[in-house]
């Protein structure tokens, strides 16, 4: 299956929040043409209303795919309503969290191809990442397909099992609130040290935005990065012997942080 296949046939967006805007705006944008997407959104944007594409009309009998983007607690009634689409040539690929494969192939069969997908929020600006995994109806047309759609909004890895889902909800999937957070620690550092409130965010902002986009450019890893920036005996060590202590310093923290979510991830799985 092929985005030609996609065009001819069509794609369904079921919920269109600032996701599933943000997905839809990527495909627009790559070539997709209005014409060969529905979308269904009980409360659309005025973005998504002059986009041009079918809205809350009713969708093709046999579209090529159905992505699923509606809140985890919406699943309940809007899934239902793509039955009559289950056990076909439509392929499902969901990025809602929380919902495992298991719960689509309960009620859309499980002859249907399925593809999880954990996006996280940089999408929004295409510079997400998200992790995908298919069912055993899932072939690899199909797992290709998912890859070209999701990249419209960053980079794509492919998962080995589904269990692994919740390990990335604990990283990526919740990481940027860890690094916003970082940013609120740092400003907040830097004024209590005698910055001003407008001056100190700034910096920390340009700091963490400047040192993510190094990180992936360079050809070294992280660890060399950091090494590379440490002088002996200079500012930076001072700060990495509190940074890096091993009983209270960013290891110990930030690995009880992503095991939390990734508990928290298989709670809400199980419902």
Not at 9 to 29: D, H, N, P, T
Not at 211 to 219: C, K, P, R, T
Request: negative net charge.
């Amino acid at each position: 299956m092929k985005m030609d296949d996609v065009a001819a046939r069509g794609l369904v967006l079921l919920g269109c929040g600032k996701m599933g805007s943000a997905m839809l705006a990527g495909w627009l944008e790559g070539g997709l043409p209005t014409a060969s997407v529905w979308v269904l959104d009980p409360n659309p944007s005025d973005w998504l209303q002059a986009t041009g594409v079918h809205l809350n009309e009713g969708v093709p009998a046999d579209p090529a795919i159905v992505l699923v983007a509606v809140k985890p607690q919406m699943m309940g009634d809007a899934l239902p309503s793509m039955q009559a689409l289950g056990n076909g040539a439509t392929l499902f690929v969901s990025v809602a969290a929380g919902t495992p494969i298991a719960k689509f192939e309960e009620v859309l069969g499980d002859k249907t191809p399925i593809i999880r997908a954990m996006p996280n929020t940089p999408a929004a600006i295409a510079k997400g990442i998200s992790a995908i995994v298919g069912n055993e109806m899932a072939t690899r047309g199909h797992m290709s397909l998912a890859d070209a759609l999701l990249s419209a909004v960053g980079q794509v890895v492919h998962l080995e099992s589904e269990s692994q889902i919740d390990a990335v909800t604990g990283v990526s999937g919740s990481g940027p609130a860890y690094v916003f957070h970082l940013i609120e620690a740092m400003a907040a550092a830097g004024v209590a040290q005698g910055l001003p409130a407008d001056m100190a965010m700034q910096l920390a902002k340009a700091t963490v935005a400047g040192a993510g986009a190094l990180a992936e450019a360079a050809d070294e890893d992280p660890g060399q990065l950091r090494v590379n920036v440490t002088s002996p005996n200079g500012t930076t060590q001072a700060a990495l012997e509190v940074l890096m202590d091993e009983g209270q310093g960013f290891p110990p923290l930030l690995a009880r942080a992503v095991k939390a979510a990734t508990d928290r991830s298989k709670e809400l799985a199980r419902g």
